[in-house]
C-alpha cells in the first residue's frame, strides 16, 4: 500500500489534518477574501472545522470516491490546505487549495499543490489533474499555470455560487503534460536571437502563447497577426509594423513587434513583447531586448516607447528594470514609459 502522507519540501510538511487544527482551520476559512471565491460561506465555525476533520479522521491520503483535505504546515504552523478529490477508478484527481492570508504571495500554494500533484502522478497513477477556478480569481490560476496546467476552458455561467451563477475556468494536467513540464530547459539560455518570421516558421510563431491571466497584459499571437496585417492609423499615417521572432538556443520561445518610426511617428514603439509559457522565467525576454535596443542604436534610434497595464504579473517592473521611465501619460489605461537608448 501506497504511503501518500506525510510529504516534505523545501520549506513545508503536508500531513493529515489534527483535531487541534479546528480553530487556525476555522479562522482562514473565515476570512471575507479567503471565502469569497470557495464553496463555504464566512464566517466558518469551529465546529464546522472539527466535523470536517473527524470526517476523515481515518484518511492517510486520496481514496477512491472521496475528498482529502491535507494540512500545509511550515515551521510548526498551519497555514492552509490542499483538497484532493480521487475518482471512483483512482485515473482522475481534482485538487482545491487555500492558503491563510498571511502566508500568501510567497509561493507556498505553488509548492505545496505542486508535491501532492507530483505524488498524485507518481505514487497513484493518476492519469489525469484537474482543478476548478473562478476565472476572476487570477492568484488561484497563476498557482495551477506555475505548475504546467493547460487551460482547457471556461464554462459560462455554470457554477451556482453564493447565490449568483458564475462562470468556471477548467484546468488540467495529464501524467504526460507533467513529465512534458518539468521536462523543458529552465535555465537561461546560451545564444538569444531575433529572427524573422518567414513561410518556414510562420505557423509555430503563431502557436506561441502566455499563460490565461497574463491575457490581461499581452496579446495573443493572432491579434499581433491581426495588428501586423491591418495596421491601425496614428496621426493621419497607418503603423509600420517591423516583427520579429525569438530563438533560444535554436528553439522558437518568443515574438516582438515594434510600430517603426516612421516620418509621421518620429519614436519607435514596442507593441508587441510575447515569451511562450514554457520558457518564461529564464531571462529570455530581457536577453531579446537587450538585443534590439543594439539593433535600434545601430540604426540610429534615440529613444523606445512602451506602455503597459499596471497589475501584478504585468511586464512593468521587467521594463523599468531596463531604464524604462513612465513619461506621467497614459495610453487608454496603460502607462507609457521612454527608454533613452544612449543610456542602456
Known sequence: MVTFLPIATDRLVLRRFRVDDAEVLAAYRSDPDVARYQSWTAPYGVGAARTLIDAQSLLDGPTRGEWIQIAIEREGELVGDVAVGLSDDGLTATIGYTVAPAHQGGGLATEAVGAVVARLFHELAVHRVQASIDPRNDASARVVERLGFVHEGTALASVLHHGDWADDARYALTADGHQAWWSRPTGPPVDVRLVEVSATNVHDVLQLSTHPTQRHFVAPMAASFADAFAPEWIDGAPVVPWARAIE???????????????????????????????????????????????????????????????????????????????????DNDEVVARLQLNGV
Request: net charge positive; charged share 25%.
Open 248 to 330: 533560444a538556443d535554436g528553439e522558437l520561445v518568443g515574438f516582438m513587434m515594434l510600430a517603426a518610426r516612421t516620418e509621421a511617428h518620429p519614436e519607435a514603439f514596442l507593441w508587441r513583447l510575447l515569451i511562450d509559457r514554457r520558457h518564461q522565467r529564464r531571462g529570455v525576454g530581457t536577453r531579446a531586448l537587450k538585443l534590439l535596443f543594439e539593433q535600434l542604436r545601430a540604426d540610429g534610434h534615440q529613444t523606445l516607447l512602451v506602455s503597459w497595464h499596471p497589475g501584478v504579473g504585468g511586464p512593468g517592473p521587467l521594463y523599468e528594470r531596463l531604464g524604462f521611465v513612465p513619461t506621467g501619460e497614459l
